[in-house]
């Protein structure tokens, strides 16, 4: 008899190890550009409140500060500058230094005419702009993005309150208050307030209101469908434009 060694089933052979090394390369690259995404989105989230806590921070802060003592809030301009050069020097901090680039501005701008300027409000924005022909710069030559693009939301955010008042007539209240406050006077501030907030509760100071609120929320709002980090900062500078001109608003109603 011949003997012969059956066929081995090529259905049952085990796949190839080949596979292995490649499923693994596969997953890890997954893994990483999942963790990769995670942390961008937490930068941008992060941008946006920075944003909107250095708006919000030269109201409730430099304000009372710059009407006691000009000279210090001028002064401090420059500590500012120098923490955001620092910061600029570290890759891992580098984008918060610029973020705080832009902030300097602010406050310079804040310093100036809130120490010096605030009974004029023909030059509130003029002086805001200071920084505005070296923002322009820095993003023609593409650099200092995120802080030149918080100080043009920071602006346009002033502008668009600005706006406002001269729209609604409240500048002469803006010019009664400041002279109320130099004479330090605060049983005269109530009255102008309450005339102030009947002018802006009429039919033409409302619907302004409502106008002007859609264009700033708009405005806001687009730009995080980006994923640039200076759109981010931005926003966070237009959003928290809305945010205090309703706490300006609450406080005006409240007194």
Do not use: C
């Not at 002033?158 to 010019?175: A, G, S």
Request: glycine residues 6%; proline residues 6%.
């Amino acid at each position: 008899m011949v003997s012969y060694t059956p066929a081995s089933n090529s259905t049952s052979a085990a796949p190839p190890a080949i596979y292995l090394p490649e499923l693994h390369s596969e997953l890890s690259e997954a893994l990483v550009t999942s963790s990769v995404k995670k942390a961008e989105g937490l930068q941008r989230w992060l941008m946006l409140a920075a944003a909107v806590v250095l708006v919000s921070v030269p109201v409730f802060v430099q304000a009372p500060l710059v009407r006691l003592v000009p000279w210090l809030s001028l002064v401090m301009t420059l500590g500012w500058l120098l923490l955001s050069l620092q910061l600029l020097k570290r890759p891992a901090s580098e984008r918060w230094g610029d973020l705080l680039i832009g902030f300097t501005w602010t406050w310079l701008a804040g310093s100036v005419y809130w120490g010096w300027f605030r009974w004029e409000p023909l030059l509130h924005l003029p002086i805001e702009a200071i920084g505005l022909p070296i923002a322009i710069w820095g993003v023609a030559r593409n650099s200092g993005k995120i802080g030149n693009f918080f100080y043009f939301g920071s602006l346009f955010g002033t502008v668009v309150t600005d706006v406002y008042f001269y729209l609604v007539d409240l500048i002469p209240y803006w010019r009664q208050l400041m002279q109320v406050n130099a004479q330090a006077d605060p049983d005269a501030v109530q009255p102008i307030f309450q005339n102030a907030i009947a002018q802006m509760q009429t039919p033409w100071g409302s619907g302004w209101a409502i106008v002007l609120v859609s264009i700033l929320f708009a405005v806001a709002m687009l730009p995080l469908f980006s994923r640039q980090l200076h759109w981010w900062a931005f926003s966070g500078a237009v959003l928290s434009t809305i945010l205090v001109d309703s706490l300006f608003w609450l406080a005006a109603t409240a007194s």
